[in-house]
């Protein structure tokens, strides 16, 4: 998995102007982080049409800002460089609840 470099939102709608994507939100001290971690080689074998990348959330504080990401593990699933869904929450989550999020942005 990419793990984003240091941008703010407009980097970034421009380096996913093409594809899909899929941005995990986390953070090394975070334990709901850590929980799903495990399991995203897996989720990512599933959607392998989608590209992951982690963006790690106190480097890039100020894009998690702009993105009002304020919870993390969080997902936010891009399609053209164009938002279209995202799993935005303080809550731990599961692979399952991970997994059919992704099914319903398929």
């Known amino acids: 998995m990419e793990q984003l470099e240091v941008m703010n939102k407009v980097q970034?709608?421009?380096k996913?102007?093409?594809g899909n994507y899929v941005l995990f939100f986390t953070a090394g001290w975070c334990p709901d982080c850590r929980f799903i971690k495990p399991a995203m080689p897996e989720i990512e074998e599933t959607f392998s049409d989608?590209?992951?990348i982690t963006v790690d959330r106190d480097e890039n504080i100020d894009l998690c800002q702009e993105?009002?990401?304020f919870g993390i593990?969080?997902?936010i699933v891009y399609k053209d460089g164009q938002e279209v869904d995202r799993f935005v929450n303080k809550?731990?989550?599961t692979k399952k609840e991970v997994t059919e999020f992704l099914e319903s942005v398929k």
């Open 16 to 18: 996913l102007q093409k």
């Open 50 to 52: 989608f590209e992951f």
């Open 91 to 93: 809550d731990r989550k």
């Open 67 to 69: 993105l009002d990401v």
């Open 73 to 75: 593990p969080s997902f």
């Open 12 to 14: 970034l709608e421009e």
